[in-house]
């Protein structure tokens, strides 16, 4: 295995931002709750100072004298952690896996060590309020992957977290195994010639079509297209729009790609837009195939830990995280 360090620019690190940027405000928003509290009847603090907490955090209404001191807090910070939220269970919604997420907050949370996670957490001893806030997120990105309370039960079995992988994957910091382990498709295919020119309904502007070789995770059969998005291509009125985190794929050539239909759909479901036809999945990491089944570092590696230096490798890597028979996070 090579190491890998550093990070790319992509979805997932953007997520990984907002992530971050929730975190300080729940800090943020405590603060606020516990000055407040030391200015109230000793009857009245812990009443008093939840309701204040509450109401930062979801926006219920509350008094004047409540509505004054959260004035300390951003409203557009508060807003935009509410609508993205919102927009999200919203998306699990449509997708009919919001009775998944429910079940997931009651099958285990995030275990945060110590000056361990970043945004708003690190260098502090976590509160009981920012381990719930961080397990709700996760939950929602584990139902949004596909994952079920069940499957975090058999994976519990094998001393595998998904809860800790989750959280660990959009902050950036998994190996290629645990991201294949995210994935639900994971695939050996043929790069073909990329397609745009349409108006498009899920929002994007081209995709990627590969023919499937061999499938290493997932659904796919040799024969099968599967089709990777992306931002950068022709807009209806003739202009080109050029994203460089977008993949540079070569057609003709072989590739391994770690690929989420789920994300494709979840991530379509909160933009309020339409899925197309056709397997399309966003990828996670994509490397290409040299002529001795060995794996070229990219064009997309893993953004932390090591790479697979061949295919009989990520096969093995893959097998360590597919306790029994149950494919976990798996899409039809």
């Known amino acids: 295995?090579?190491?890998r360090p550093g990070a790319y620019y992509d979805e997932k690190s953007t997520v990984a931002i907002e992530r971050r940027e929730f975190h300080a405000f729940l800090t943020r928003s405590r603060s606020v709750a516990n000055r407040f509290r030391k200015r109230l009847p000793q009857g009245e603090c812990e009443m008093?100072?939840?309701v204040i907490l509450a109401s930062i955090l979801f926006g219920c209404s509350f008094s004047a004298a409540t509505a004054?001191?959260?004035q300390r807090v951003s409203d557009g910070g508060r807003t935009q952690i509410q609508t993205q939220q919102q927009s999200r269970l919203q998306a699990l919604a449509k997708r009919g896996r919001y009775s998944n997420y429910q079940q997931l907050l009651g099958a285990s949370q995030v275990q945060v060590k110590h000056g361990a996670v970043g945004g708003g957490l690190k260098g502090a001893r976590p509160t009981p309020e920012q381990v719930q806030a961080l397990t709700q997120q996760t939950a929602v990105d584990l139902a949004a992957l596909g994952f079920t309370a069940k499957d975090v039960a058999v994976y519990r079995q094998s001393e595998i977290d998904l809860f800790d992988i989750a959280q660990r994957f959009f902050a950036g910091s998994t190996t290629a195994a645990e991201q294949m382990l995210?994935?639900?498709t994971v695939v050996i295919a043929t790069a073909g010639k990329t397609m745009d020119g349409r108006a498009r309904l899920d929002g994007f502007l081209s995709t990627s079509p590969f023919t499937v070789v061999k499938s290493l995770k997932g659904a796919r059969a040799p024969g099968d297209t599967v089709y990777v998005p992306r931002k950068s291509g022709a807009n209806p009125d003739g202009t080109v729009l050029t994203v460089t985190s977008d993949i540079e794929f070569t057609v003709g050539k072989?590739?391994?790609?770690?690929?989420?239909?789920?994300?494709y759909e979840q991530w379509v479901a909160e933009k309020r837009k339409q899925t197309?036809?056709?397997?399309?999945?966003?990828p996670y990491l994509a490397y290409e195939i040299l002529p001795n089944d060995t794996l070229r570092d990219g064009p997309r590696a893993t953004r932390s830990g090591e790479d697979p230096?061949?295919?009989a490798e990520a096969a093995n890597e893959l097998k360590k995280f597919s306790p029994g028979k149950r494919s976990a996070g798996s899409t039809p």
């Open 309 to 311: 230096r061949s295919i």
């Open 48 to 50: 008093r100072g939840s």
């Open 254 to 263: 072989k590739y391994l790609l770690v690929l989420s239909k789920n994300w």
């Open 1 to 3: 295995m090579r190491k």
């Open 68 to 70: 004054a001191t959260n």
């Open 276 to 282: 197309e036809a056709g397997f399309i999945a966003v």
């Open 182 to 184: 995210m994935a639900d």
